[in-house]
């Protein structure tokens, strides 16, 4: 029997580097993981049944939060309105807001706010009201501490916390019925799939089906041993298929999380798996089967009562997500206001100067490698275009026309994917769309860097941490896709909003050297 090695030999940190280290070796190493695969009907099935997006739990809470400090907000100053008056004072004003901040930081602290306490109201009741007194008691102590109270109504003080404490009561049942909904229809939850079989998949499953409060549902298994290592059925779910089929699984359906399911001593076996998966943009988390073990700290997180180690993290999740296309939206309408008259300019020259449409679409890698139109300006002539840009563009190619060369240089070609912005299959920051043939010396991208569909983990970009640093143009050596994707990855790794708006502050400046644009 295998003997438990100490918890530090599992420190998620160390299992990153090293296969960090196997991704960068030799390309002579390459096995073709990377190739696409024809899933079984069953599995198709079943991925096509996932299709939808989903509302996580920390999504769920968050607007929550924003509605409750909302609605406590709007039913003080109602009962403002109709006892003192429209008007409010200064005072009244740092009351009003103070007192909803205030209450949902109680709130926040009674733990009010996790999905197994909204779920069960009648439980947290008492937790809740008593939160909410204490935030009432909080502000009575601010008001007499800094000797205010001759400046507002103590009817108006104390009907605000009566009615907000029955706002809260109603809302609570609302939202623990609204969730045991949306939990059976499938609107909340996060959708996993479990890697590898045998019995720590049967014990995985098991505990989690013992949990009834668990957001989980599993998707299926995935595991590369036969039926006498691993069963095609365990415990009534089916075995999908194989590792290298899990990727193209992890394609078409909305997946949030893979669990892999082996003992923490296969490390090996581990980090072969990871080699594979790491290229989605999922959470993928060690399932910790040996009782007893204790982690390090911030190295591991409970799907329900079950602690998991962390390998990788989705990139830009939840509320991340929401933010940058908060930023997406705002930067790309400015940008539309104050370049349109560039845009039309560019439209006539590009209809006046060759017969064709004004605009080019071609096929390219979105996110999580779907394939997406992206608009350019058309700078080619129409017979010589080459939509799956198999051919690079070359310093003085032929087939690009006047008007195309200066639009190419000054990057003005670029500027309709602003509406791909829009339409949400770009971000304005990323790593820029690859066309699906492109190729370099006669070798997809792919086979040129091992691990290259990692930068589909986000959005592609209109412009990104590649491009302000150099690596723009064509891509005439494989080094150079190699650099670019390296580039790239440290901009999925390190990503922030700060980030985005310092590579979008800098482009216009960058784009000033245009030595290899053509």
Request: some cysteine; proline content about 5%.
């Given at each position: 029997?295998?003997?438990?090695?100490?918890?530090?030999?599992?420190?998620?940190?160390?299992?990153?580097?090293?296969?960090?280290?196997?991704?960068?070796?030799?390309?002579?190493?390459?096995?073709?993981?990377?190739?696409?695969?024809?899933?079984?009907?069953?599995?198709?099935?079943?991925?096509?049944?996932?299709?939808?997006?989903?509302?996580?739990?920390?999504?769920?809470?968050?607007?929550?939060?924003?509605?409750?400090?909302?609605?406590?907000?709007?039913?003080?100053?109602?009962?403002?309105?109709?006892?003192?008056?429209?008007?409010?004072?200064?005072?009244?004003?740092?009351?009003?807001?103070?007192?909803?901040?205030?209450?949902?930081?109680?709130?926040?602290?009674?733990?009010?706010?996790?999905?197994?306490?909204?779920?069960?109201?009648?439980?947290?009741?008492?937790?809740?009201?008593?939160?909410?007194?204490?935030?009432?008691?909080?502000?009575?102590?601010?008001?007499?501490?800094?000797?205010?109270?001759?400046?507002?109504?103590?009817?108006?003080?104390?009907?605000?916390?009566?009615?907000?404490?029955?706002?809260?009561?109603?809302?609570?049942?609302?939202?623990?019925?609204?969730?045991?909904?949306?939990?059976?229809?499938?609107?909340?939850?996060?959708?996993?799939?479990?890697?590898?079989?045998?019995?720590?998949?049967?014990?995985?499953?098991?505990?989690?089906?013992?949990?009834?409060?668990?957001?989980?549902?599993?998707?299926?298994?995935?595991?590369?041993?036969?039926?006498?290592?691993?069963?095609?059925?365990?415990?009534?779910?089916?075995?999908?298929?194989?590792?290298?089929?899990?990727?193209?699984?992890?394609?078409?359906?909305?997946?949030?999380?893979?669990?892999?399911?082996?003992?923490?001593?296969?490390?090996?076996?581990?980090?072969?798996?990871?080699?594979?998966?790491?290229?989605?943009?999922?959470?993928?988390?060690?399932?910790?089967?040996?009782?007893?073990?204790?982690?390090?700290?911030?190295?591991?997180?409970?799907?329900?009562?079950?602690?998991?180690?962390?390998?990788?993290?989705?990139?830009?999740?939840?509320?991340?997500?929401?933010?940058?296309?908060?930023?997406?939206?705002?930067?790309?309408?400015?940008?539309?206001?104050?370049?349109?008259?560039?845009?039309?300019?560019?439209?006539?020259?590009?209809?006046?100067?060759?017969?064709?449409?004004?605009?080019?679409?071609?096929?390219?890698?979105?996110?999580?490698?779907?394939?997406?139109?992206?608009?350019?300006?058309?700078?080619?002539?129409?017979?010589?275009?080459?939509?799956?840009?198999?051919?690079?563009v070359t310093k003085g190619d032929p087939r690009v026309t006047p008007v195309g060369r200066?639009?190419?240089?000054?990057?003005?070609?670029?500027?309709?994917?602003?509406?791909?912005?829009?339409?949400?299959?770009?971000?304005?920051?990323?790593?820029?769309?690859?066309?699906?043939?492109?190729?370099?010396?006669?070798?997809?991208?792919?086979?040129?860097?091992?691990?290259?569909?990692?930068?589909?983990?986000?959005?592609?970009?209109?412009?990104?941490?590649?491009?302000?640093?150099?690596?723009?143009?064509?891509?005439?050596?494989?080094?150079?896709?190699?650099?670019?994707?390296?580039?790239?990855?440290?901009?999925?790794?390190?990503?922030s909003l700060w980030l985005d708006l310092k590579i979008l502050f800098l482009t216009p400046?960058?784009?000033?050297?245009?030595?290899?644009?053509?």
């Amino acid at each position: 029997m295998n003997q438990i090695q100490p918890p530090d030999s599992f420190d998620p940190d160390s299992l990153r580097r090293k296969v960090s280290e196997i991704r960068t070796l030799s390309q002579e190493t390459k096995s073709g993981d990377e190739e696409t695969v024809e899933l079984n009907p069953l599995a198709r099935k079943i991925a096509q049944q996932f299709r939808i997006d989903t509302f996580s739990p920390s999504m769920i809470t968050g607007l929550l939060r924003l509605c409750e400090f909302a609605m406590l907000l709007v039913i003080g100053y109602a009962i403002h309105a109709f006892y003192v008056g429209m008007g409010l004072t200064g005072f009244y004003a740092l009351v009003l807001f103070g007192g909803a901040a205030v209450g949902v930081l109680t709130l926040q602290l009674a733990d009010s706010y996790q999905i197994p306490s909204l779920r069960s109201p009648l439980r947290m009741m008492p937790r809740i009201l008593a939160a909410w007194a204490a935030a009432f008691a909080i502000m009575a102590l601010m008001v007499f501490f800094f000797k205010s109270g001759q400046h507002y109504s103590r009817i108006w003080f104390i009907s605000w916390f009566a009615v907000g404490a029955v706002y809260l009561v109603v809302e609570r049942h609302i939202i623990a019925y609204a969730i045991r909904r949306w939990a059976r229809n499938g609107t909340m939850e996060r959708r996993a799939v479990i890697v590898g079989g045998g019995e720590p998949a049967k014990e995985l499953i098991r505990t989690l089906e013992q949990q009834p409060e668990n957001d989980i549902r599993i998707c299926g298994i995935f595991d590369d041993r036969d039926e006498r290592r691993s069963p095609s059925v365990i415990a009534g779910y089916p075995k999908l298929g194989n590792v290298a089929e899990l990727v193209e699984f992890a394609r078409l359906a909305r997946i949030d999380m893979l669990i892999i399911s082996l003992p923490l001593s296969a490390e090996a076996r581990i980090l072969t798996l990871l080699k594979k998966l790491w290229v989605l943009p999922v959470d993928i988390r060690l399932a910790a089967h040996a009782k007893g073990l204790r982690f390090r700290p911030r190295s591991y997180s409970q799907v329900g009562s079950m602690p998991m180690l962390d390998i990788f993290d989705k990139p830009i999740a939840d509320w991340d997500n929401v933010a940058k296309r908060i930023f997406d939206l705002f930067f790309s309408i400015v940008a539309l206001v104050l370049l349109w008259p560039v845009m039309l300019g560019a439209a006539i020259a590009v209809k006046l100067s060759s017969p064709g449409p004004i605009i080019f679409k071609q096929k390219r890698h979105g996110f999580n490698n779907e394939i997406i139109d992206v608009y350019k300006f058309r700078s080619m002539y129409t017979h010589l275009s080459d939509p799956s840009a198999r051919a690079a563009v070359t310093k003085g190619d032929p087939r690009v026309t006047p008007v195309g060369r200066f639009l190419r240089k000054s990057s003005i070609d670029e500027l309709p994917q602003l509406f791909n912005v829009l339409k949400g299959e770009l971000s304005l920051v990323g790593p820029r769309p690859h066309a699906v043939q492109a190729q370099s010396h006669d070798r997809k991208y792919v086979d040129v860097v091992d691990g290259y569909f990692a930068r589909h983990r986000v959005k592609p970009g209109v412009t990104g941490w590649a491009q302000i640093n150099g690596w723009r143009g064509e891509i005439d050596h494989d080094d150079k896709i190699r650099f670019r994707t390296e580039f790239d990855l440290h901009y999925i790794e390190n990503w922030s909003l700060w980030l985005d708006l310092k590579i979008l502050f800098l482009t216009p400046f960058r784009l000033l050297n245009t030595e290899n644009a053509y």
